[in-house]
């Protein structure tokens, strides 16, 4: 039984949800009601391709390398 993990484009929420068969039905959001949810690939942390590149390796770059980068 696998658990998906699902993230609603009305609202943004994630929720998990566990699936029985893989070919049910997308749930409806826990939140707003909203059938309009992705599915979240959980992809475990191999390697580490994140968020902490470079981190501290860079000397002299000024302070304004990180702009938003959601
Ligand atoms: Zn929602």
Excluded: Q
């Excluded at 690939?41 to 390398?65: A, D, E, L, R, Y």
Aim: a positive charge; proline letters at 7%.
């Amino acid at each position: 039984m696998p658990i998906y993990e699902y993230r609603c484009s009305e609202c943004g929420v994630k929720f998990e949800k566990l699936v029985f068969r893989s070919d049910a039905p997308a749930p409806e959001c826990p939140s707003c009601k909203s059938k309009k949810v992705n599915k979240v690939m959980s992809v475990p942390s191999v390697g580490g391709g994140g968020s902490s590149t470079s981190f501290g390796s860079s000397g002299g770059g000024g302070c304004g390398s990180h702009s938003g980068f959601s």
